[in-house]
């Protein structure tokens, strides 16, 4: 008797890129995962993170570029089975910048939890982004008004965790600070 195993499919970048426009997905070690559209809040979340970070870089005039979502991310050079899509990518290295997106690990990419995702973000974007080499990763949390900072140190991250009661020191800059307070949800 032959035994049968099911053929799981792998995806490569070309599949994603091939997706229709109006698709919200991200390609993980070779499988498509969709995204359905954010909430209002997860909306208000992502503009306040990224205003603070837009102003904070148009004040010191530095190199890095912010991007909000959508905006596609393919964490490895030779490896065309992950791009992913962070709801704020910060790339302080213009040679990473493509037409398509960003080539290479961003310096902080900030995930914005929703219900139905919460193991893809706090699991695998985690280890992911650790093995791309990501500098700084935040978990934003919404219902449980939590944020999760982890920032690389030589070859691990190390964790710290927030509220939105607190005021949280950006690891890649020397004097930006996001006061979560000031959110006002």
């Not at 995806?11 to 997706?19: G, I, P, Q, S």
């Not at 890095?64 to 790339?91: H, M, Q």
């Not at 985690?126 to 999760?148: C, H, M, Q, S």
Request: with cysteine.
């Amino acid at each position: 008797m032959s035994e049968v195993l099911a053929h799981e499919n792998i995806y490569t970048e070309e599949d994603y890129y091939n997706l229709p426009e109006d698709v919200r997905a991200e390609l993980i070690d070779g499988q498509i995962y969709y995204m359905s559209a954010p909430s209002r809040i997860h909306q208000e979340i992502l503009g306040f993170i990224f205003k603070k970070i837009a102003y904070y870089i148009d004040q010191k005039k530095g190199p890095c570029k912010v991007y909000p979502a959508p905006f596609a991310v393919k964490l490895f050079f030779e490896d065309d089975r992950n791009v992913v899509e962070p709801d704020i990518s910060v790339i302080c290295d213009p040679d990473k910048l493509t037409d398509q997106g960003c080539a290479g690990a961003p310096d902080w990419s900030v995930e914005i939890v929703s219900p139905s995702n919460s193991s893809h973000d706090y699991i695998r974007k985690l280890n992911l982004y650790a093995d791309a080499g990501v500098r700084e990763y935040w978990i934003v949390n919404p219902i449980k008004e939590t944020i999760f900072v982890y920032h690389l140190e030589e070859t691990k991250f190390e964790a710290a965790a927030y509220t939105f009661q607190d005021k949280i020191k950006v690891n890649i800059y020397d004097n930006l600070l996001i006061d979560f307070t000031e959110l006002g949800l």
